[in-house]
């Protein structure tokens, strides 16, 4: 079986789990992140319960088998079993990385307090920022590993297409793909990750520790 870390891989260069109706389960990557990974007609479990408790709580969901893993019933279940917590289901998106000049100038932060840098830092490792007028881009390891990016544009700024060129500009700072996670509701936010060039490959449910942080949770890939 493959592990958490070989699927996204996988997803990332193109190559999606097969569309098979199976839930698959498998170890958390560390003790920070555990979730559930939807795919089409596939779901990926990942924590380090017991297998067999996952899949009868999944039975015990009165609803599509597809559409278990992600039902609000096995969702809470998962959060009472392991005391975690959670915020909403996200899109996944991915994008490979990108030759070529900035689309805008940018400038390292190395010190601050921004609030999109603190929210990271609480999820990811390696956490590093850039500053471009009106806006800021966050990259670090998060689940599995995987270099993710998020963006914000200060109210001012919004409706120029900022959130556009911030998110382009990411694809251009790294030499692997780039994931991004944005909520359904945040419309805005996806199209401007749709028109940067990001791809939708499914969705996600983490499941934070109350205790663990980023402490080298997301190592480095080789």
């Known amino acids: 079986m493959q592990t958490l870390r070989e699927i996204l891989d996988a997803v990332a260069h193109g190559g999606p789990p ?24 596939h779901a990926v479990v990942f924590t380090d319960e017991d297998p067999a408790w996952v899949r009868a709580a999944l039975r015990a969901v009165e609803c599509d088998p597809l559409a278990a893993p992600m ?3 096995f969702l809470s279940a998962l959060l009472e079993r ?8 996200d899109t996944m998106l991915v994008g490979p990385p ?7 100038p940018l400038v390292e932060i190395t010190e601050g307090d921004h609030s999109r840098i603190g929210y990271a830092r609480g999820r990811r490792d390696g956490v590093r920022a850039w ?12 689940i599995g590993g995987r270099l993710e990016v998020s963006v914000e544009v200060d109210e001012g700024a919004r409706q120029r297409g900022l959130g556009r060129l911030l998110a382009g500009a990411a694809r251009r700072l790294t030499a692997e793909p780039l994931w991004a996670q944005v909520t359904p509701g945040n419309a805005r936010s996806l199209r401007a ?23 080298g949770c997301s190592r480095t890939r080789s």
Do not use: K, N, W
């Not at 990108?98 to 805008?104: A, E, K, V, W």
């Not at 500053?131 to 998060?142: K, P």
């Not at 990750?193 to 520790?209: D, H, I, K, Q, T």
């Open 82 to 89: 392991t005391g975690r917590t959670t915020e909403t289901i």
């Open 193 to 215: 990750f749709l028109a940067a060039g990001y791809r939708p490959v499914g969705a996600e449910a983490l499941l934070l520790s109350a205790t663990a942080r980023s402490a």
């Open 71 to 73: 039902h609000p019933r």
């Open 131 to 142: 500053a471009a007028e009106g806006g800021v881009l966050v990259m670090g390891r998060g």
């Open 18 to 41: 097969p569309a098979d109706g199976v839930t698959v389960v498998v170890p958390q990557e560390c003790a920070r992140d555990a979730g559930v990974l939807a795919f089409t007609a």
């Open 98 to 104: 990108l030759p070529g000049r900035l689309p805008l």
